[in-house]
């Protein structure tokens, strides 16, 4: 059984740092992973898409980094915003999508 | 080109009584997925659905839910006897390809509250 796991939790972090949320799953045989944004009492919007065959996918200041062999994945955030803060979710696909937690961010003016 | 959409947004009921969640997938899907997000808790899969076809429910509780994707109209997803537990976000996501090559697009959720 598929199981996610995100680290840390929380993290609350001054505006302007660069900072790296982190992922593991269980079971390596996945098809891709996904990074998605929740804003409070929102949708998910998807971040980046990282396709089993690949190791990374940058977007804008987003950068996610795939090491399917020892099941990890990490999301970086360059230059971070207040409008960075939301709760940022991983999600590897299997024959399902499966979540993790989800880390709660928040960027400090 | 309008994104998945789910209808309520908000959803009252008391216990004993029926909830019905409404998604449209993106034009041009035609997989759907439902996923429950409880309070502080992650998203949990529920079932997987093409076009008059359940492919995996296997995250359904076995009693007092259901769900369908009938060739016309949106999806539907059913509680028959609503309980407190039943409270949470119910998330809708729908892929033009299946699971294994489809970016999944959400919609906005429908908030059932269960009194």
């Known amino acids: 059984k598929q199981e996610v796991t995100q680290i840390p939790a929380a993290l609350s972090v001054p505006e302007g740092e660069n900072l790296v949320l982190n992922c593991s799953f269980t079971?390596?045989?996945?098809?891709?992973l996904q990074w998605f944004r929740q804003d409070p009492g929102k949708g998910l919007t998807s971040l980046l898409l990282i396709q089993s065959s690949q190791r990374e996918q940058t977007s804008g200041r987003l950068n996610a980094s795939l090491d399917k062999s020892s099941g990890r994945s990490t999301l970086y955030i360059a230059a971070s915003q207040p409008g960075d803060s939301a709760t940022y979710l991983c999600?590897?696909?299997?024959?399902?999508?499966?979540f993790g937690a989800g880390t709660i961010l928040r960027v400090k003016s | 080109n309008a994104g998945v959409m789910q209808n309520p947004r908000h959803l009252v009921r008391r216990r004993g009584q029926e909830a019905r969640l409404r998604c449209s997938p993106m034009?041009?899907?035609?997989?759907v997925y439902w996923y429950r997000q409880l309070p502080e808790e992650g998203l949990k899969f529920m079932v997987y659905?093409?076009?008059?076809?359940?492919?995996?429910e296997s995250g359904m509780p076995k009693e007092r839910f259901s769900a369908e994707f009938p060739k016309e109209g949106p999806s539907i997803l059913r509680i028959q006897q609503v309980v407190r537990g039943d409270s949470a976000a119910y998330f809708c996501?729908?892929?033009?390809?299946?699971?294994?090559?489809?970016?999944?697009?959400f919609g906005e959720g429908s908030r059932l509250t269960v009194l």
């Open positions: 079971d390596s045989a996945i098809y891709n």
């Open positions: 999600a590897v696909e299997g024959n399902k999508l499966v």
């Open positions: 996501a729908s892929s033009q390809m299946d699971t294994n090559t489809g970016e999944l697009f």
């Open positions: 659905l093409q076009k008059e076809n359940i492919i995996d």
């Open positions: 034009k041009g899907h035609s997989h």
